[in-house]
């Protein structure tokens, strides 16, 4: 049975012919205007399920993700890149817009636990750190409107109060390896002499690949499993359930890690190409490198 507004069939289909009008609208004004519209469809969802709208925000939002909802201050943060384009297609307009319904379901999961502990005649030491912890006024309206569940929608709620803690630790984790990798695909980038003319150039060139090398082996075991505990959280589960039904996307791969591993075996292969031409030159010309 379906749990919350924004998993009902009426639902997701207003929010389809919403999208459908989101296609057909001018993509104009600034990266704050467009965010507005582009969460649009999705903030209806919201209001139609008596859920309190998050405030939006245009934010440098960790690497790899297109927005992120935060329940301490009740906002949807997201990343400016997707904004700031002058122009953008149908299809990246739906896909944005589906990233927000996604958000808007986290918002809806947090008011719905906060409406049944409103409900509860005895709270658990887990149901009060969520009351405490989350946003004030999202609390106020749950305790006007308090939810009894039957059993079977208690038990899913209730697990994602129970796991809200470790949730937390394991989403900073995530953003903590995102930003790493961040900086890893960074050094790859940076410049590289088109050709090397000394000694001093190779070392330097092998320096760079080994301490870039050491980076990714320590992200293989911090970033691809921070990311495997974050896709495997009740919440995200949830989400990536009910978006999927107007078009959303699979819980995240490392697809990143695997970029950034191609990016440095490429980095390597141009070391070793400059490096070996240096010294073909450099031995042709008589002065051969001791």
Same mark, same amino acid.
């Given at each position: 049975m ?12 207003a929010?389809?012919?919403?999208c459908?009008?989101l ?16 969460? %649009? ?6 209001d ?12 440098? *939002?960790?690497?790899?993700?297109? !927005?992120?909802f935060?329940?301490?201050? +009740? ?14 297609? =149908? ?5 944005? =817009? ?5 958000e !808007?379901?986290?918002?809806?999961? @947090? @008011? ?6 409103? &409900?509860?005649?005895?709270?658990s ?7 405490e ?5 999202? +609390?106020?309206a ?9 059993? %079977? ?6 697990? +994602? ?9 394991? /989403?900073?984790?995530?953003? $903590?390896? #995102? ?7 960074? /050094? ?11 000694e ?10 080994? &301490?870039?090398?050491q980076?990714?082996? !320590?992200?293989?075991? +911090? @970033? *691809? ?10 919440? /995200? *589960?949830? %989400? ?6 107007v ?9 990143? @890690? ?9 980095? $390597? &292969?141009?070391? #070793? ?6 010294? #073909?030159?450099? %031995?042709e010309? &008589?002065a051969?490198?001791?």
């Amino acid at each position: 049975m379906p749990i919350g507004h924004l998993e009902l069939d009426e639902t997701l289909d207003a929010f389809r012919a919403a999208c459908d009008e989101l296609v057909a609208s001018t993509w104009s004004g600034n990266a704050e205007a467009r965010l507005a519209l582009v969460a %649009a469809p999705a903030m209806l969802a919201l209001d139609a399920g008596g859920v309190p709208r998050p405030k939006l925000e245009i934010a440098d *939002v960790s690497p790899g993700l297109g !927005a992120v909802f935060d329940p301490r201050k +009740w906002i949807v943060s997201a990343s400016g890149r997707l904004y700031a384009a002058a122009a953008t297609t =149908a299809d990246q307009k739906r896909h944005r =817009a589906v990233l927000l319904y996604h958000e !808007a379901r986290h918002s809806e999961q @947090f @008011f719905l636990a906060l409406r049944m502990i409103a &409900g509860k005649q005895e709270r658990s030491v887990r149901d009060r750190n969520l009351v405490e912890t989350l946003d004030a006024r999202a +609390w106020t309206a749950a305790q006007r409107s308090p939810l009894r569940p039957a059993a %079977a929608d208690a038990r899913t709620i209730q697990a +994602w109060i129970d796991e809200y803690p470790d949730a937390r630790r394991i /989403e900073d984790d995530l953003v $903590r390896a #995102r930003d790493a990798l961040k900086e890893v695909f960074t /050094e790859l980038r940076a410049t590289v002499p088109d050709s090397f003319e000394s000694e001093e150039d190779c070392r330097q060139g092998e320096l760079l690949v080994k &301490g870039i090398a050491q980076k990714v082996d !320590a992200l293989r075991d +911090w @970033f *691809v499993p921070a990311l495997a505990k974050y896709g495997k959280l009740a919440v /995200e *589960v949830d %989400a990536y359930r009910v978006c999927s039904q107007v078009g959303g996307a699979d819980p995240p791969k490392p697809v990143k @890690f695997t970029e950034a591993e191609e990016e440095l075996r490429t980095l $390597r &292969g141009k070391v #070793r190409t400059r490096t070996a031409d240096y010294r #073909r030159r450099a %031995a042709e010309q &008589g002065a051969a490198p001791p």
